[in-house]
């Protein structure tokens, strides 16, 4: 049996600082901003709004209400992503299961 195709498109992710975040050891953007990139992205971080599995939710445009912090910054993560077609949830939002799948280029952070 054939794998589904996988199609690449570059994508934005929102990167905010949560309260959870800082309740569990005071951490920062900064703090988070590293660990996505030495680690990547994980699905089971991304839990809200997706399945019980979670998942990376990414989008056409940045979304300022997923990338706004509880410290009041905005950033955004523009990733590469493989995709199946009906990961798709409409024409601009996309839920990934595996991180392997979703690289992240570069941040945005500005107040």
């Not at 569990?24 to 990139?37: D, H, N, Q």
């Not at 019980?52 to 993560?77: H, K």
């Not at 493989?82 to 996309?94: G, L, Q, Y």
Request: with cysteine; net charge neutral; aromatic share 6%.
């Amino acid at each position: 049996v054939a794998s589904p195709a996988l199609r690449e498109d570059v994508a934005w992710h929102g990167a905010r600082l949560k309260q959870v975040d800082v309740d569990a050891g005071g951490a920062s953007l900064v703090t988070k901003l590293r660990s996505i990139v030495d680690g990547g992205l994980d699905p089971g971080r991304c839990a809200r709004g997706a399945a019980v599995g979670g998942g990376i939710w990414l989008s056409t445009t940045p979304l300022e209400p997923f990338g706004r912090g509880c410290d009041g910054l905005v950033a955004f993560l523009l990733c590469l992503t493989k995709t199946h077609f009906n990961e798709w949830m409409d024409a601009a939002s996309v839920r990934v299961l595996q991180r392997e799948r979703v690289l992240p280029l570069y941040s945005v952070v500005h107040s």
